[in-house]
């Protein structure tokens, strides 16, 4: 009865407010082509994107390489593609285990207050006195280059976000009158952060995780870029664009312009989607 | 007011504190042991061994130790980089106006740039100039800056030839002008040296349009949204009512209003241009605390980059404080509760 209380009214009203927009459909479609790309790779290209092939190095863009060919010979476009993986992948499961960690300190903070909510925000905002990509290469830097590692550090970097905006919407929830009951019918703890709060404070960390998947990919390419986080041959596309780095001033232009197009395009993509969904769930943040 | 700067002041002490137990936890963290690394992983006889270890305080507890670091770091002592061979802090103040003038300059020119452009996008409303101003933001935010540098290079200095190429702050054989601020084009104005002013103004075009292309978007949006809000006040109808020019009410009245949370936002991206912009000093090769702190990852060096770390983390908190205290003299509204 408690839990019926809690949390039937909120996925109504949701499916009330939801109001579609283009921002929601051409950032949705532009993720949705870059999911595409990712799992269908191997069907979308002849070649592979690793096995060298040194004769046919350094081929400008043509109908056969349509991105060209980097200093090993591989066809940039097919490395573009299984790169979607890696990026995608990354950001999927730093914004994952950011937001998990995040939101229910948050919510512990804001829930319990007291002693709790200082220990806790007063770490968050340690996090918050770096800047983002500083800490990230330096977390890199410290537990030493590698995927694994540049997720790990990207992923840290990422938790304060969450703990915050779970931090004071929980303490706007917890003010609520169907929480109010809901405590009043002397529901625990756990109860009341999850099925009252949890459910009504669900939309703001959607809408920071959506728009935190385009702001992670920037910050693991740029840790690929300076050699902290994928390695080659892995075709990241951070680690892509330093690769080319040095032909770009030879005028081969393509091995590095046309792995930051793609990251351009799905941040734009995952920052189009987050806009969209906070006009779609929200209307008064408009 | 007065309570309410020194509030602030404990505040940024309490958190210059943390930082340093931040990258106190961070310097532990450093794979490896630090005699074998200060050795290259060289044999070491053990005598030399127990007197490295008791001269850098590593047979102390934890809690010691951390108190000797916070020492260290409170006098400026960051220790020595194992690249250099000299104390980490001097290397950093010898780089830090690079830094500055690069960053300064990106500033300067994304609000050059994006002012009027913002004030532009207000006036016309979702018209075309103002969709298309929002796409241009939109994709000038999900740019890497390092990959927008290595753009320029291409188009602009190997294609164009307008730029020179990415060699630093001033382009091979122009001699350093006397140092007074740190900042080249001053400098050697100051000196009366033409020839490096327009060698310092020329290196410096690429690395600052970079570091101004993510922030003229944020310009933008905030001097845009608040031009909105405030042209949709009762004192712009009033002043229209009472026969001012739209000119008069817009930039007279309305700008001056707008432009106020416009500039606070940009000068806490100061801080944060701080961080992001090691990766377009390493692009450009400019000598910066940035390609210092790039240089020190490559090699090995972890002090070095804990320390680069810690001072920019402690001048970000800076900033921080001298934005909300400006804000605080300027704006009589905010209150310092």
Redesign the interface.
């Known amino acids: 009865m408690r839990s019926e209380v809690a949390t039937v009214p909120v996925p109504l009203a949701a499916r009330r407010r939801f109001k579609w927009n283009s921002s929601l459909v051409i950032g949705g479609s532009i993720v949705l082509l870059m999911v595409f790309a990712a799992v269908f790779a191997p069907l979308l290209t002849p070649y592979d994107p690793i096995k060298l092939d040194i004769r046919g190095r350094f081929q400008a863009p043509s109908t056969t390489h349509w991105f060209g060919t980097d200093q090993y010979g591989r066809d940039v476009f097919t490395r573009v593609l299984y790169g979607a993986r890696y990026d995608l992948l990354i950001a999927v499961l730093a914004v994952a285990f950011a937001a998990g960690v995040g939101t229910p300190l948050g919510m512990l903070a804001g829930y319990f207050r007291g002693w709790t909510d200082v220990v806790i925000m007063?770490v968050m905002?340690?996090l918050l006195?770096?800047?983002?990509?500083?800490?990230a290469?330096?977390?890199a830097?410290?537990?030493?280059p590698s995927l694994n590692n540049a997720i790990l550090a990207v992923a840290i970097v990422g938790i304060a976000g969450y703990a915050r905006i779970a931090y004071s919407a929980t303490m706007a929830a917890s003010t609520e009158v169907y929480v109010e009951a809901a405590r009043a019918l002397g529901a625990p703890h756990h109860r009341l952060l999850l099925n009252a709060i949890l459910p009504a404070i669900l939309a703001p960390i959607v809408i920071r995780g959506t728009l935190g998947m385009?702001f992670t990919i920037?910050l693991a390419?740029?840790l690929g870029?300076?050699?902290?986080g994928a390695q080659p041959p892995t075709p990241e596309w951070?680690a892509m664009?330093n690769e080319g780095?040095n032909q770009?001033?030879?005028?081969r232009?393509w091995t590095?312009?046309f792995p930051?197009l793609a990251?351009?395009?799905?941040?734009?993509g995952f920052?189009?989607l987050g806009d969209g969904l906070r006009d779609a769930l929200d209307p008064r943040t408009r | 007011m007065i309570p309410y700067v020194l509030r602030r002041l404990v505040a940024v002490a309490v958190?210059v504190v943390?930082?340093s137990?931040?990258t106190f936890a961070?310097v532990r963290?450093?794979?490896g042991d630090p005699v074998a690394l200060y050795y290259g992983g060289m044999p070491v006889s053990a005598d030399i061994e127990q007197s490295l270890r008791r001269q850098w305080g590593l047979d102390q507890p934890l809690p010691v130790q951390y108190l000797r670091y916070l020492g260290g770091v409170l006098r400026g002592n960051l220790g020595v980089s194992l690249a250099t061979g000299r104390p980490i802090m001097d290397d950093l103040v010898r780089r830090f106006p690079a830094t500055v003038e690069l960053t300064l300059a990106g500033v300067l020119l994304a609000l050059v740039v994006g002012l009027p452009l913002g004030v532009l996008a207000a006036l016309h409303r979702n018209g075309p100039v103002d969709h298309l101003l929002r796409i241009v933001s939109?994709?000038s935010?999900?740019?890497?800056n390092?990959?927008?540098g290595?753009?320029l290079?291409?188009v602009f200095?190997?294609?164009l030839g307008w730029f020179p190429?990415a060699e630093g702050r001033l382009a091979a054989g122009i001699p350093i002008p006397e140092r007074v601020t740190g900042f080249y084009t001053i400098d050697s104005l100051l000196a009366g040296d033409l020839g490096a002013f327009r060698s310092a103004l020329a290196q410096m075009m690429a690395p600052a349009i970079t570091v101004a292309m993510g922030l003229v978007a944020v310009v933008i949006r905030m001097l845009r949204a608040g031009m909105l809000e405030e042209l949709g006040k009762d004192y712009v109808r009033t002043g229209r009512s009472k026969g001012l020019s739209p000119r008069a009410v817009y930039y007279k009245h309305a700008l001056r209003n707008a432009i106020i949370p416009t500039i606070t936002v940009v000068s806490i991206q100061i801080?944060?241009l701080?961080?992001?912009n090691?990766?377009v000093e390493?692009?450009f090769a400019w000598p910066g605390v940035g390609l210092y702190?790039?240089n020190a990852?490559?090699a090995l060096d972890?002090n070095a980059?804990?320390g680069a770390?810690l001072l920019?983390?402690v001048v970000?908190?800076l900033i921080n404080l001298f934005v909300d205290v400006l804000n605080a003299f300027i704006d009589p509204r905010i209150h310092y509760a």
Do not use: K, Q
């Open positions: 007063r905002d340690l006195a770096f800047p983002n990509i500083l800490l290469m330096t977390l830097a410290v537990l030493g385009g920037l390419a740029g870029f300076i050699g902290l951070g664009i780095r770009v001033i030879l005028g232009w590095s312009v930051g990251i351009v395009l799905l941040v734009t920052n189009l | 958190l943390g930082i137990l931040v961070l963290m450093v794979p939109l994709v935010l999900g740019m890497p390092f990959w927008l290595l753009v290079i291409f200095g190997y294609h190429p801080g944060y701080l961080g992001g090691v990766l390493a692009v702190y790039i990852i490559n972890y980059v804990i770390t920019i983390a970000f908190a």
